[in-house]
């Protein structure tokens, strides 16, 4: 039996829909280049010097895996994300600095906990995934 007043956390629609669609993914992305751009560890890894197209890519991504239109994969094929990024050196201090400029940019959006929640858990085991230099090499 349920009412209208029963607490209901997890939506019936899409993560997409729930955070307020395309213009809410595009304030997170922007949000989080912004950081990027001021970077010194990270900015020198992007390989263009305008970060737009590569915020435009993951604006794209992040919409599709999370229920929106598959913009990204008609334009990209395959995500395929940790080969994608094998040409970078992301270790412990990358991951880090990354979920730094997207944890600020997850606050700004000031979700419902749960859908912050659902967010944040994907983003972290997602740049854990993404580490492909596990030590320093000096370390040995
Ligand atoms: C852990 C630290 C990470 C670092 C240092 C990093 C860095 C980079 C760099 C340098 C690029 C190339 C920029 C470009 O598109 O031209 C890139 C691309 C991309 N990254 Fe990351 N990334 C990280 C984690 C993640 C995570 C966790 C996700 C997804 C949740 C992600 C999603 C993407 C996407 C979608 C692209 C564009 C792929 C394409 O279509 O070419 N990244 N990343």
Redesign the pocket.
Known sequence: MTSAGDPRPVPSTTLFEAVGGEPTFRRLVDRFYAGIATDPL?RP????DDLG??AE??TL??MQYWGGPNTYSAQ?GH?R?RM??AP?R?GPA??DA?LRHMRRAVDDLALPPEIDAALWDY?ER??YF??NVMEDPAAG
């Open positions: 990270l890894m992007y390989p263009e197209p590569a890519r993951m991504f992040l990209r995500p994300l994608r990024h970078f992301i990358e991951r990354w983003l997602a740049a993404m580490v």
